[in-house]
């Protein structure tokens, strides 16, 4: 059963940075493409950022330059870099993976076509 566990979240002020790290378990990485979505109070489920196994990234427009997505296959795990955090980078991160049938996959930004998902790690920036 595929497992991933999200670290690294916290309360930060404006223009600090974090780390958050995701762990995946269960099943062997190969070709898996793993992201990161976020969910704030009273929205959708969001795309943040996402690395497929040639490791090649994608990110949302407002954290492209800021944040940036690393994998460690040796380790089974997946980072995300967040320099500069905005009050509007709050919420809680989710840490997802998917098998797409591909290596060379561009991960979809529809949190519907992830299958499997970490517990979520709370981001806070306060202004």
């Known amino acids: 059963q595929v497992q991933l566990v999200e670290s690294g979240g916290g309360l930060v002020q404006a223009g600090d940075s974090l780390r958050l790290s995701c762990t995946l378990s269960?099943?062997?990485?190969?070709?898996?493409?793993m992201g990161w979505f976020r969910q704030a109070p009273g929205a959708e489920r969001e795309f943040v950022a996402a690395i497929n196994w040639a490791r090649s990234t994608y990110y949302r427009n407002s954290v492209d330059g800021r944040f940036t997505i690393t994998r460690d296959n040796a380790k089974n795990t997946v980072d995300l870099q967040m320099n500069n955090l905005q009050p509007e980078d709050a919420a809680v991160y989710y840490c997802?993976?998917?098998?797409?049938?591909?290596?060379?996959?561009?991960?979809?930004?529809?949190?519907?076509?992830?299958?499997?998902w970490g517990q979520g790690t709370q981001v806070t920036v306060s202004s």
């Open positions: 997802a993976a998917h098998w797409f049938g591909s290596q060379r996959v561009i991960p979809p930004r529809n949190p519907e076509a992830w299958r499997y």
């Open positions: 269960g099943r062997t990485i190969t070709s898996v493409a």
